[in-house]
């Protein structure tokens, strides 16, 4: 059973910076390109970031770009999100998404975690 | 950038009915298309892909078509665990963009 456990959210300042991670079992991490997707409070879902399976391309919203770096740990299963220079309108919901059977980035997302959320507030 | 735009935005409905809604996109884009399902509270789930491929999974009362421009899910009998807000989502740019979703509840 795939599972996708995303943890790191919480309450930042404004200007501040942020580590989420999603933890991936349940399917072979290594050959598959993931992504992040957000949804603010009571609105709807939000695109943010996107990496292949080997990490040598990644892909980011205008809202994010230069200001968020995605990676990933194949030793640890592990995809990341560095947030920095964080705003008000960056809070949400965080979403790790897997593609489809895809070790490029399609878009096709089949698999989601439950979410962390992202509170920046001072 | 791609947009998307759906109708309706919300609906009610009963159960057994059949309902569509449909998903606008602002340049053609084959058939790079997505469709979603969300429950409050939980994350999304992939219910069409490729404008008309079932996911795994989904029950075969879902179906999605078209292709271009203009697209449809459609829930043929409507079950009490399908109310749910509806997102599309093209695949086409790397910008993977969502529609603003619709809402079907309990009339």
């Known amino acids: 059973e795939v599972q996708l456990l995303e943890s790191g959210g919480g309450l930042v300042q404004p200007g501040g910076s942020l580590r989420l991670s999603c933890a991936a079992s349940?399917?072979?991490?290594?050959?598959?390109?993931m992504s992040w997707v957000r949804q603010a409070p009571g609105k709807g879902l939000e695109w943010v970031s996107a990496?292949?399976?080997?990490?040598?391309?990644?892909y980011y919203a205008d809202s994010v770009k230069g200001r968020f770096t995605i990676s990933r740990d194949k030793s640890k299963n592990t995809l990341y999100l560095q947030m920095s220079s964080l705003r008000a309108e960056d809070t949400a919901v965080y979403y790790c998404?897997?593609?489809?059977?895809?070790?490029?980035?399609?878009?096709?997302?089949?698999?989601w975690g439950q979410g962390t959320l992202v509170t920046v507030s001072s | 950038a791609i947009q998307l735009t759906q109708s309706p935005s919300s609906l009610s409905a009963s159960v057994g009915d059949r309902i569509t809604i449909t998903c606008r996109a602002s340049?053609?884009?084959?058939?790079?298309l997505a469709w979603y399902q969300q429950k409050p509270g939980k994350a999304p789930k992939l219910l069409i892909y490729d404008a008309s491929s079932l996911a795994s999974g989904v029950p075969s009362r879902f179906s999605g078509s078209g292709s271009g421009t203009d697209f449809t899910l459609t829930i043929s009998s409507l079950q009490p665990e399908d109310f749910a807000t509806f997102y599309c989502?093209?695949?086409?740019?790397?910008?993977?963009?969502f529609g603003p979703g619709t809402t079907v509840d309990i009339e």
């Open positions: 990496i292949s399976a080997s990490g040598g391309s990644t």
């Open positions: 340049q053609g884009i084959s058939s790079a």
């Open positions: 989502q093209e695949f086409n740019s790397y910008l993977f963009t």
């Open positions: 349940g399917f072979t991490f290594s050959i598959n390109a």
């Open positions: 998404a897997k593609d489809r059977r895809a070790t490029t980035v399609t878009g096709r997302f089949e698999e």
